[in-house]
């Protein structure tokens, strides 16, 4: 692995364009950045196809009108509006909804495996707080699929020598430069230049510098006890950015999923549901009834998840723990054509196989609505600085959001993140190649912050991520 060197040796990688992330939203923005021309970074502190994204499991709704005729792009962003409790930005709303169906026909045509109905189209099926069932989905593994599909995808554009992936790479502080360009009109004098990295496998420091800088690193999941997110989900994005000064927002709207297993808190996904699971309490009823008779199950996941801990509260709960997910009635050869992941996690890590016994569920925190305070082009205020995904808050959700929505806003506005560095690289708004900046000097801001890291670990002997993170 190249990279020119400062002066004390420390390896300066440079790129036009660094993304940090590998997951859905990552991968995608490389796309359009590799295919614009621009020589691309994907820096991920796990290997790309580790990253959380291929844990989604339910599936990416668009308004293809495949399971029932008569939906549209607009029904689609009234029940995204609706479920949001009315705070989601309705001009992102449009956008994700009106893009929707190209983003599942572009997956298609790239290679995604999604399940058919028996007439050859998408299968969609229901999810909560919908007025159509709009889901695309492969089986229950539909994060997996688009996932290898993207990555199979770039590296198919390896041979352009446009993309490197630098993996078990660990991003610990964006580095900013004055940049007097910057200062016309952004109120800023500086930009984001790059960032410091530390290499997992040999514990060495590295420095990147970039013109332009994607933040596609997920959510903050685990900083809750009960959660669905995976271990690396500790919302290193939101932190990289808040150090840099750039705003966060709407941090305290966060899901809590209805249906996480029991004990260790892996998502049951909400198209068990969809199928036509149903919850139980301890004297055997359907308790959705007396919080929403008309949704029933398939109520928005904030109504859903509040009305479980009710009924475990008020002592309808099994241990004071939990309550029941019915699949029984669905029957074998359904569970095993639709839902054949959740029927293993249950095998696996409750010994209970939803063919023959209910599973046992409880609420968990699932997903991150607020984060990185972004506008549609998914800059942020600091200029050369990016963020999408979860990560993000270009704020499609509002308050709450629906099931299937967030795969869709990986996709959707990854490619418009990758769309807008690439102009924003070649074309300043008065129509101007954007000034190459100080290069020396931008990477000797570099060279210094690695020097701070460098120094910690020194005085530790070893690299204590806290601290690397000043
Ligand atoms: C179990 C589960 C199931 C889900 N199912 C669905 C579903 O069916 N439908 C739906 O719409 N949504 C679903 N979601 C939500 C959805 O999966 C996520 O919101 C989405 O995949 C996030 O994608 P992302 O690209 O923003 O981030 P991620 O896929 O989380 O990727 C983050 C990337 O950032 C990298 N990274 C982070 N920090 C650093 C750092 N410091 N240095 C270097 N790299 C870093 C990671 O290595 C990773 O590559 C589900 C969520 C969970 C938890």
Redesign the pocket.
């Known amino acids: 692995m190249g990279g020119e060197e400062t002066e004390p040796g420390y390896p300066i990688h440079t790129h036009d364009v660094l993304i940090?992330?590998?997951?859905?939203?990552?991968l995608r923005a490389a796309i359009e950045t590799v295919d614009a021309g621009l020589d691309t970074a994907v820096?991920?502190?796990?290997h790309?196809l580790?990253?959380?994204?291929?844990?989604?499991?339910?599936?990416?709704?668009a308004a293809l009108g495949n399971a029932q005729a008569g939906d549209s792009w607009e029904d689609h962003a009234f029940d995204t509006v609706k479920g949001s409790d009315y705070l989601a930005d309705q001009d992102a709303v449009e956008l994700m909804c009106k893009n929707a169906p190209g983003a599942v026909i572009e997956l298609e045509h790239f290679g995604t495996v999604f399940s058919r109905f028996p007439d050859g189209k998408i299968a969609q099926r229901p999810f909560g707080g919908v007025m159509f069932p709009r889901?695309c989905?492969a089986a229950d593994r539909?994060?997996h699929n688009i996932?290898h599909t993207l990555y199979e995808q770039l590296v198919g554009r390896e041979k352009s020598g446009r993309i490197t992936f630098y993996e078990e790479?660990?991003?610990?502080s964006l580095v900013k430069a004055g940049d007097p360009a910057a200062e016309n009109g952004s109120g800023r004098n500086e930009r984001c230049v790059g960032c410091t990295?530390i290499n997992l496998a040999d514990r060495t420091l590295h420095g990147f510098s970039c013109r332009a800088l994607l933040l596609?690193?997920?959510?903050f999941?685990r900083l809750f006890t009960r959660?669905?997110?995976?271990l690396?989900?500790?919302g290193?994005?939101a932190s990289?950015a808040l150090r840099a000064g750039v705003p966060l927002k709407d941090m305290e709207f966060v899901q809590f999923h209805p249906t996480t297993l029991y004990g260790t808190n892996?998502?049951i996904?909400?198209?068990a549901r969809g199928e036509g699971g149903y919850l139980l309490n301890n004297k055997n009823e359907r308790f959705m009834e007396k919080y929403a008779p008309k949704s029933m199950e398939l109520a928005p996941r904030d109504i859903v998840a509040r009305s479980i801990q009710q009924e475990i509260d008020e002592g309808r709960g099994f241990d004071d723990k939990y309550v029941l997910l019915d699949l029984r009635h669905l029957g074998k050869d359904k569970i095993m054509e639709r839902l054949p992941g959740i029927r293993l996690i249950s095998l696996d890590f409750a010994g209970v196989d939803p063919i023959e016994a209910p599973i046992p569920v409880q609420p968990g925190q699932?997903?991150s609505m607020g984060g990185i305070a972004v506008g549609n082009n998914l800059a942020t205020e600091l200029p050369g600085l990016y963020a999408?995904?979860?990560?993000s808050c270009v704020s499609v959700h509002g308050a709450n959001r629906l099931?299937?929505?967030?795969?869709?806003?990986?996709v959707v506005f990854?490619k418009i993140a990758g769309q807008e560095i690439s102009r924003a690289f070649y074309f300043s708004s008065s129509g101007a190649r954007v000034r190459a900046g100080d290069k020396k000097a931008e990477d000797n801001k570099v060279g210094d912050k690695i020097a701070v890291l460098d120094k910690l670990s020194e005085d530790s002997g070893r690299i204590n991520q806290l601290l690397a993170r000043d």
Not at 43 to 46: A, E, G, L, P, R
Not at 216 to 219: D, M, Q
Request: proline share 1%; glycine share 22%; hydrophobic share 30%.
């Open positions: 940090i992330g590998a997951g859905l939203t990552g820096i991920s502190k796990v790309p580790r990253s959380h994204s291929v844990a989604a499991q339910g599936g990416m709704n889901t989905y539909t994060g996932l790479f660990f991003v610990t990295c596609a690193t997920g959510g999941g959660s669905t997110n995976a690396i989900n500790t290193d994005g990289l892996i998502l996904t909400e198209g699932h997903y999408a995904g979860e990560c099931g299937g929505n967030s795969l869709l806003e990986t990854g």
